[in-house]
């Protein structure tokens, strides 16, 4: 499905619907009633391209989104018309019978929002062409003059086929891309009302690989109807806000913890070459208050000079030995 888009351009810019060459539009019918947004939900104004009453000739028109068939009475706002589905368009029948012949156009924008459910959250995607050119989405348009009204109403409906395959896992539904010019004149011409299969062709799932499509999350304040940002349109990874900030401080701590973590289950402790060795109370030999070495003076060697000067204790006690003797040895010859 389709159930908000973009469309945030000067007007000046929206009359070339830039990408589209050749396209410039002079008339713009209603154009004060439109209001650029980030943010078009339904029943809001905006513009579409159609027809004009010349051959060939296109304009844009400001209509309101949620089509309300030309037979109503009253808008009943109960009525679900801010879609069509492709298959009910291809197999006729239902009340787009009397409209998708002759009442077709295409809506400007510069994307389209999805949202991607996960368990009880969603989280909105924005789709967008990856050339920036304006996307032109298939759609359906009617009129009517309501009770009590002297002014026509006009109202359009997106038209949505299968997913393509890229993009199935965001949604099974999108709209309609009419990514070329043939693509386009096909679509609006209304010279043959009756539905062709040149039509079918063009509602199946897109698969123009030429005019790529670029898909990515954007901020969940887009899902509120009236807020207005152009972040609304930016990945959510690389917005300047503030978001990405947050994110990347709590990346840098995330990754902070899980290297202290690795710190502290390791089994080697890493020597730091380059730092100066800690101090230990063992060197320090000089403080004998913090020493827990026993430091012992040791007596300069005496010099040969100063030996000679002094006699050994054993030399003197050798010498009082001997003299000693001398007199025992002469008492006994005496004897």
Known sequence: ???????????????????????????????EQFVPRYNIAPRSQAPVLRRGQGPGGYVLHTMKWGLVPHWSKHEDKTLSTTNARAENLVEGGGMWASIKGKKRCAVLAQGYYEWLTKGKDKFPHFTKPRDGSVMLMAALYDSVVLEGQTTPLW??????????????????RQPVILSTRAALDTWLNT?????????????????????????????KEVGKVGTESPTFIEPIATRKDGIQAMFSKQ???????????????????????????????KTKINKHEDSDIQVIEIPPTPSKSSASQSKSPSKQSKGKASSSNMKLDAFFRKA
């Open 1 to 31: 499905m389709c159930g908000r888009f973009a469309l945030r351009l000067p007007r000046a810019q929206i009359r070339h619907v830039p990408g589209h060459d050749g396209l410039d539009v002079d008339e713009w019918i209603d154009e």
């Open 155 to 172: 109202t359009f409906s997106i038209v949505t086929t299968e997913a393509n395959k890229d993009f199935s896992w965001l949604h099974d």
């Open 191 to 219: 010279d043959f009302p009756a539905w062709t299969p040149a039509l079918t062709n063009l509602v199946r799932p897109y698969s123009d690989l030429n005019h790529p499509l670029d898909c990515y999350q954007v901020p």
């Open 251 to 281: 990346a840098a701590k995330s990754k902070l913890s899980q290297d202290s973590q690795k710190r502290s289950r390791s089994p080697v402790d890493v020597l730091d070459l380059t730092a100066s060795p800690p101090a230990s109370k």
